[in-house]
């Protein structure tokens, strides 16, 4: 994802597809397109995926529970799998150059 939306949602009486489809549609509200993929802390769900209205759910550990990270997932070369964009920690800066 190159642009998404951190999203909290701690109501115990709700499922998790009904937390996302309201994240998702905040989401739409927000930036005028419907996202494709949310990430969730992995101890919110039992699969490592799953897909509802649209929406990749996908499991992780760095989500903290209770959160939905929502976006637009852009293609892994060409094998249709989400890829979150990271910040910092030292990867590929471009041109190789010295600051």
């Not at 699969?47 to 529970?65: N, Q, R």
């Not at 890829?83 to 590929?92: F, I, K, V």
């Amino acid at each position: 994802m190159d642009t998404g939306l951190l999203w909290y949602d701690g109501d115990p009486k709700s499922t998790l597809r009904d937390k996302v489809e309201r994240a998702a549609q905040y989401y739409r509200s927000k930036l005028g397109v419907r996202p494709n993929t949310c990430f969730v802390n992995s101890e919110m769900m039992s699969e490592k995926s799953m897909e509802h209205a649209g929406v990749k759910i996908v499991s992780v550990g760095d989500v903290l529970p209770g959160h939905f990270w929502l976006g637009v997932a852009r293609s892994n070369a060409g094998k249709g799998l989400a890829t979150p964009a990271r910040s910092g920690g030292g990867g590929d800066r471009g041109s190789g150059e010295k600051d």
